[in-house]
């Protein structure tokens, strides 16, 4: 079992910038592959950034590229997103997930097994 906390979110004006963490425990969190998810009301919960197991690899949404980086303390078992210039568009819940997905880069929600309980990020115009 992996439980997952995040951190961070909060209010925020169009432009400004917002970093989520995430706080890991239970199993050896170099073992996990850690992703960033959000979810609007009435929509799926999308994906956002991954990052692999010793953050060699990371990847992006197109919508945040540019904009958002993902990063990761295998030390202190935490994982962070740095978003900046932030659009109302990114508001929503965001959902930090871990797991062990099969493929190179893993952006659908059922590749995850383990999830936090969300945080609000809310983007004013």
């Known amino acids: 079992q992996v439980q997952l906390v995040e951190s961070g979110g909060g209010l925020v004006q169009a432009g400004g910038s917002l970093r989520l963490s995430c706080a890991a425990s239970?199993?050896?969190?170099?073992?996990?592959?850690m992703g960033w998810f959000r979810q609007s009301p009435g929509k799926e919960r999308d994906f956002v950034a991954a990052i692999s197991w010793n953050g060699g690899s990371t990847y992006y949404t197109d919508s945040v590229k540019g904009r958002f980086t993902i990063s990761r303390d295998n030390a202190k078992s935490t994982v962070h997103l740095q978003m900046n210039s932030l659009k109302p568009d990114d508001t929503a819940v965001y959902f930090c997930a871990a797991g062990r997905p099969v493929r190179t880069k893993a952006k659908l929600a059922e590749e995850y097994g383990y999830w936090g309980q969300g945080t609000q990020v809310t983007v004013s115009s």
């Open positions: 239970g199993r050896p969190f170099n073992m996990y592959t």
